[in-house]
């Protein structure tokens, strides 16, 4: 299984990116879905999951703000982020769960500064 994240980028404060993610290869069709991110001197957090059930999670500090979702024809997970933060800063990693394996992405860095 591979992933594929795209759509990082330079953003000033309050403004919005939308992260892509696509899985190839052995995708099956029950898996979950998330991202997460890891910012300078920080360890790797959570930031959203999906599953194909439709349910969601997100972290405390992006609820309301970040948006997960998912294309299953596509195997394609989304993170639309709004409102951003300096804060939020961080190279954003999407990963796949399926029996009981992980499989992450590349990573892509998301910068929020004016």
């Known amino acids: 299984v591979q992933l594929q994240a795209s759509g990082g980028g330079l953003v000033q404060p309050g403004g919005s990116l939308r992260l892509s993610c696509a899985a190839s290869?052995?995708?099956?069709?029950?898996?979950?879905l998330g991202w997460y991110r890891q910012a300078p001197g920080k360890q790797r957090e959570l930031v959203a999951t999906?599953?194909?059930?439709?349910?969601?999670t997100y972290a405390d500090s992006v609820k309301g703000r970040f948006t997960i979702s998912r294309d299953n024809a596509k195997n394609t997970v989304y993170l639309q982020m709004n409102s951003l933060k300096p804060e939020d800063t961080a190279v954003y990693y999407c990963?796949?769960?399926?029996?009981?394996?992980?499989?992450w992405g590349q990573g892509t860095l998301v910068t929020v500064s004016s």
């Open positions: 290869g052995s995708v099956f069709s029950f898996n979950d």
């Open positions: 999906s599953n194909n059930f439709g349910s969601t």
């Open positions: 990963k796949l769960s399926q029996l009981r394996r992980d499989y």
